[in-house]
């Protein structure tokens, strides 16, 4: 199945976003109706840029808006292993609060083993 090229575009620059920490644009972005939990071709939501490149309120935010924190990508890695692999102490915390105060368990380790507490 071909994708859409304007739809691909689309989701290149929201991840992009996500990339740079352009918070305000994505929360525009996610209000006018952009998923939340957006993901590329390979498992990543918005959130794996954001928390891999230390961009803590964008972090905030998409959690907020319903991102997954837990959500493992194709390749068994998550947002908060991926911040912790980083050392993205800011990031760590915002995701974690949200991990746990979601009520739900969600893996801390990742495809190489790196948790919280490494």
Known sequence: MNADPELQEFAA??????RAGDTESLRSGVGAGVPADLTNGKG????????YYGHGETVRMLVSCGTDPGRINGRGRTPLARAVFRKESAVVRGVARRRCGSGRRHPVRDGYGANVRE
């Open 13 to 18: 620059r929201a991840f992009d976003l996500a």
């Open 44 to 51: 990543d939501t918005l959130l794996m840029p954001a928390a």
